[in-house]
């Protein structure tokens, strides 16, 4: 046999993994997110009418009027999946959920959305038994969405186009640790590291912090105080997808579904050496 009759005869095969057919709905997601951040830049851009809830945590007409928009467009979508959304859950209107549902949060971050931060986001998270398999996350006041499928893998979406992102392993310097910038416990941060090397610590509002862990930006996040499984499912499922971790202080993957959806404290990080 010729060399040229070789080459042709090398060919590549190809994967024929199969992918989960939740992936296909991933591109709907991101422009439903799209849309939602648009409608929160236009609230962004003139009085957001900020409220206080019963929780005593903030609500502003874009977390209603985005989590309305959002909630029409995935009931069109998946018409049999639950919905559990913040704002209607506030409200008194929770879902009987199954193994498979969706997580909701319209405005993560509405103390930087009030101070005109910019880290606020957009999130929308697919739970399949106890955990996020898809996931996007949208910070429309900087322009970035990150989006992530179990088995598939994680992106970056801005004017430059798409990315595939990744978690990266701690550099020699040490760790970068995100903290939040509203919810912060300083002291029990620096107690948690207090043996660890740490090269910065950089504080970032909203689930936004998990998007940069699943960038591979920084190294660890830890959260000690009270979070809804809606702050972060969307966000857990673009870190996963890029290789990084969600747990709790025990070391126990953080699940959802839970009664109440309150989250217990977590650390959440990339790469593990």
Known sequence: MTR??????????????????????????????????????????????????????????????????????????????????????????????????????????????????????????????????????????????????????????????ETAIHCRRVPPAGLTVLASRSHGDEAALRAFLDDRQIAAIRHVGSSLKLCLLAAGEADLYARFGRTMEWDIAAGHAVLAAAGGHLRDLAGQAVGYGKPGFENPDFVAQGLVS
């Open 4 to 161: 040229r009759k070789r080459r042709a005869l090398d060919l590549t095969i190809p994967d024929m993994t199969p992918r989960p057919a939740f992936v296909e709905w991933l591109p709907e997601l991101r422009r439903l997110a799209w849309r939602a951040g648009e409608l929160v830049m236009s609230v962004y851009a003139g009085n957001c009418n900020a409220r206080v809830k019963a929780d005593a945590s903030p609500v502003t007409d874009a977390d209603e009027q985005a989590e309305a928009l959002i909630v029409a467009g995935l009931a069109s979508l998946a018409p049999t999946l639950p919905i559990v959304a913040e704002e209607a859950v506030a409200a008194g209107r929770v879902p009987p959920i199954g193994e498979r549902f969706w997580l909701v949060d319209p405005l993560d971050g509405t103390r930087e959305f009030v101070q005109r931060n910019l880290e606020f986001t957009v999130n929308i998270a697919l739970i399949e038994q106890g955990r996020p398999v898809l996931g996007v996350v949208l910070a429309p006041a900087l322009g970035q969405l990150y989006s992530g499928a179990a088995g598939v893998g994680a992106w970056r979406h801005d004017t430059t186009g």
